[in-house]
């Protein structure tokens, strides 16, 4: 559905994945840019593809949530200090997923949290650069930590058969993962940390390649374990994540938004030490009331509407009350439905209208998500 307008030119800027020439055997029809690599977005059959992630399994290509490492004894001390949520119960073996905010209490990103050791993390980011931001403020605070990006590369396997296909590669021993649990294993030699995770409400495991020049042959391992489920490629997919309520840092945030408007105020912990960047903003930030939430939109009407670049103003009674920062075709809904980022006096249940394409567009705020 989303127009592919443009070809990319390489350029040593731009990193391809290690699964890179995977998806093109596979036949990816479109790309992001994402953490500066290539992430595919499509295979050509955006239904088709949405209803294998509802009812099957998918692969998907998502090493460009990059890792930043954090390593040495003060690794523990310095990943407290960059996320706002208490990591103190917190398990080797066990991940968190964590709002990282600036000084001013405002989301800069929000990884999945990896706790390998006492002395070493990983932050599994979202579209921001948190390895400037975390060496940074290391070297500021004088601490004894390294901050790196290892050969780390992600890939997803989501849906109701996803946990199938994970036993079959790895082992039973994977169904007893908790959601965020993980553990590291090899498949033919080559050496992944599996995990509970995925941005997805079907359920699923991530595999975290440890080796760049594997990426073919473990897309493969995959692809054939997954043969009785009809496993088939996907990629984080935008109708699914919006009818789930899954927040996009970046496309659902900008640069004002903290924790508390975009429903990750229960992943914020207000009594964490003084020192965790953003805590002083962000506990009067909860006592004041956040001036924003993000409440559900679904259109009137019942022909897919194309999203755009950029946010759609909100308006009630002529007066602009917010933005529409994502719209999407609902297969399962069959409306356009989106995410609402609109002023605290504003509620579930009333109408509004959207401005697209300088058109007013009728519809209606709704509690999120909106497929449980
Ligand atoms: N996997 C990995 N890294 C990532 C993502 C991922 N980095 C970027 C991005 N995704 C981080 N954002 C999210 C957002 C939500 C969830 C995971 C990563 C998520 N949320 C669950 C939910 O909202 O239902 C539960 C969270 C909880 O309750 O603890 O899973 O996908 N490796």
């Known amino acids: 559905m989303t127009a592919r307008i443009f070809g990319i030119a390489p350029s040593t800027r731009l990193r391809p994945s290690p699964y890179f020439e995977a998806t093109r055997a596979e036949g990816v ?94 932050l599994s980011i979202a579209d921001s650069n948190i390895l400037l931001w975390a060496r940074a403020i290391a070297d500021e605070r004088r601490l004894n930590v390294t901050v790196s990006e290892p050969d780390v590369s992600p890939m997803a396997v989501q849906g109701p058969k996803a946990e199938d296909v994970a036993a079959a590669v790895f082992g039973d021993w994977v169904r007893g ?50 043969r009785p489920w009809e496993i088939g490629p996907g990629n984080p997919n935008h109708c699914e994540r919006v009818e789930g309520g899954l927040l996009s840092y970046g496309g659902d945030t900008d640069d004002a938004t903290n924790p508390f408007e975009v ?26 009331g956040p001036r924003r939430h993000q409440l559900g939109v679904v259109l009137d009407g019942a022909a897919p509407v194309e999203p755009g670049f950029t946010w759609a103003n909100i308006r009630q009674g002529g007066r602009k009350v917010g933005d529409m920062t994502t719209c999407v075709w609902s297969f399962r809904l069959r409306r356009n439905i989106g995410f609402a980022l609109v002023a605290r006096a504003c509620a579930a249940g009333e109408d509004v209208e959207v401005v697209m394409g300088g058109r007013a567009v009728s519809g209606r705020l709704v509690d999120l998500p909106f497929v449980r």
């Open 177 to 226: 993962l908790r959601r965020f649990q993980f553990r590291h294993a090899a498949v033919e030699g080559i050496p992944v940390v599996v995990a509970r995770s995925g941005w997805s409400k079907q359920g699923g495991f991530e595999f975290y390649l440890m080796d760049g020049s594997k990426g073919s042959q473990l897309w493969s391992i995959v692809r054939e374990a997954g």
């Open 263 to 288: 429903r990750l105020g229960r992943y914020v912990d207000l009594d964490v030490p003084d020192e965790v960047i953003g805590i002083a903003a962000l506990r009067r930030i909860h006592a004041e």
């Open 29 to 122: 029809t479109s790309f992001t840019v994402y953490n500066r690599m290539l992430m595919p977005t499509g295979y050509g059959d955006p239904e088709g593809e949405y209803w294998r992630l509802i009812n099957g399994v998918a692969l998907w290509d998502v090493a460009c949530e990059r890792q930043v490492e954090l390593r040495g004894p003060d690794a523990g001390r310095l990943a407290q200090i960059l996320a706002a949520r208490d990591l103190g119960k917190c398990a080797q073996g066990q991940g968190r997923y964590v709002a990282l905010c600036d000084h001013a209490g405002t989301l800069i990103n929000d990884p999945i949290l990896l706790k390998l050791a006492d002395d070493r993390f990983w």
